[in-house]
């Protein structure tokens, strides 16, 4: 645990207002939960989608639900992606294989996080930070990134997942790599974000 990187900021001992962290992701659902209607939910994204396509984009990610946002979105989402001009792929951001299989859907992860930012000094690095006594934060073991992405390749998902410092591009690699060719074929390539 690093001091002073998740909760609400006190540099007085007094609450700022400043949310990090786990802290931060309670708040933004609690805040998706209470404010954001289906309606909002379905014009936001109605909106989203014409400018893409306003863009020319004609395929997007939506990178949804997860740790810090609704999961309501992904079935919203979803629903909006069929049919839908541009294209839209889901990927929950979730690591429970069984739920999105439920969904239907062919991808997972997108912003699964292995480790922190370099801006917090939690991404995890090599070396030391400087001017500090720790290298990062690792937010998984290794048992159980493998665990999972052996899971969701089995199942034929395509995975993303996301990582900043060294240790945790290793990691999804090195993850990756025990599944490629041992677990059976999966036409989607996994993917680190």
Not at 46 to 63: E, K, P, W, Y
């Amino acid at each position: 645990r690093i001091p002073g990187r998740a909760g609400a900021d006190r540099p007085s001992g007094i609450p700022t207002g400043v949310l990090r962290g786990m802290a931060s992701g309670i708040a933004r659902r609690k805040a998706c939960q209470l404010c954001l209607t289906p309606r909002l939910r379905e014009t936001a994204i109605r909106g989203s989608v014409q400018q893409t396509l306003r863009c020319g984009i004609t395929t997007a990610n939506a990178m949804e639900g997860g740790a810090f946002f609704s999961d309501a979105d992904i079935e919203a989402v979803q629903a909006a992606a069929r049919g839908s001009v541009p294209e839209l792929l889901v990927y929950p951001q979730l690591m429970d294989v069984d739920k999105v299989l439920q969904l239907g859907l062919s991808r997972i992860g997108g912003n699964l996080y292995l480790d922190g930012t370099i801006g917090s000094r939690t991404a995890a690095i090599r070396d030391n930070y400087l001017q500090t006594g720790h290298n990062g934060l690792l937010y998984y073991p290794q048992e159980d990134v493998d665990q999972f992405v052996r899971r969701a390749h089995q199942c034929g998902l395509q995975i993303s997942i996301s990582c900043v410092g060294e240790r945790a591009i290793e990691q999804a690699l090195r993850a990756y790599q025990r599944v490629l060719g041992t677990s059976g074929e999966n036409p989607l390539r996994h993917r680190l974000e």
